[in-house]
């Protein structure tokens, strides 16, 4: 057989279009090769930087931003958003301090309640939003307002006081460590390992990215889309629980900020980890790894001397950043899929 060199070169392009569709559509290695310029530039830039101490902090961060940005990355993957984030995890940071500092309750006991409180608020979201009809713009305005009752409910039980009394049992979980690193790391993992497998291997994860790929195709497939929904909401409001329980156990006492400054690092960490914007497609190292830049960046910050206030303009800049390259990625990939049909 023999192949012409029009052939030949026809070959090398579609190539070249594979491999740059693959690397378009992978986020993950440029993600690292930006936390490896970070890391190098930081530590050139500050004497601090490099020690046990600040890495322990970065952990800690990192560890719960992954956690929420992995709720997020949840409700993401339906084609919606969900606004609430932070406002179930500051309910269910005072529910738990609030029933052991108020009540005497173990944290055995106000841990799992905490949890409850949070599945519970996602499945209010997640119930409205199918009353009103699925849609990215329904779950905006109905977590929007959830948004709000939340946190009402929040300042309504406490009267904006916090707890503080918690068992030295409980604040361990916020400051133990194995093997020199922070409990909440490995907590973490275990959290990312478990939603890994619910997208890799149960049904479950697949019905989530098919609504958000294709609802009307999910639909005529057979996916209860109702049902999917609300138990991405669910599965979201639990894992705003975990991230609000190990902030409060960190910190030591149950403030009723907690959560106020989740609702951009939620979006941030998995759209700058790969997550698509529009739905279908997740990513759980991308979004741990858009977590650790993000934990990065705000403490490059504090080494720099840059004011606080200048982080949500940074991180703002990053997202509108991620979501450009979610946008070309996208645009790229239908690009090539029309070439090859």
Known sequence: MQISKGNISESNVFSRQIRR?????????????????????????????????????????????????????????????????????GLVGVVVGGLMDKLGFPPIIAIPIGLLAGM?????????????????????????????????????????????????????????????????????LGVAIAVDF???????????????????????????????????????????????????ARLGSAQVDVGSDWMLASFAAPIIGGTRLTGGKVTVVGTVLGAILLALISNGLVFLNVSIYWTAFIQGLTILTAVGIDRIRTLSGERLERRLS
Do not use: H
């Open 120 to 188: 519970l608020c996602g499945f209010w979201n997640g119930w409205v939003i199918t009353r009103f009809g699925v849609s990215g713009v329904t779950s905006f305005l109905v977590t929007l307002a959830g948004a709000s009752l939340f946190t009402g409910m929040t300042l309504g039980v406490t009267r904006v006081n916090p707890f503080y009394n918690l068992p030295a049992s409980f604040r361990l979980i916020g400051n133990f460590k194995i093997g020199g690193l922070p409990l909440l790391l490995f907590i973490m």
């Open 198 to 248: 619910l997208f890799r291997k149960l049904g479950l994860g697949r019905q989530i990215l098919a609504v958000g790929g294709n609802i009307k195709a999910a639909e005529l497939s057979g996916v209860p889309v109702n049902r999917v929904v609300i138990t991405a909401f669910i599965l979201s409001g639990l894992l705003s629980g975990i991230a609000a329980i190990l902030l409060v």
């Open 21 to 89: 569709l693959g690397i378009l559509q992978s986020s993950s290695g440029g993600v690292l090769i930006v936390i490896f310029i970070l890391m190098v530039g930081l530590s050139l830039t500050t004497k601090d930087f490099l020690t046990l101490a600040n890495f322990n902090v970065i952990i800690r961060n990192f560890s719960i931003g992954a956690i929420v940005g992995l709720a997020q990355m949840v409700i993401i993957a339906t084609g919606g958003m969900n606004l609430a984030v932070g406002a179930i995890g």
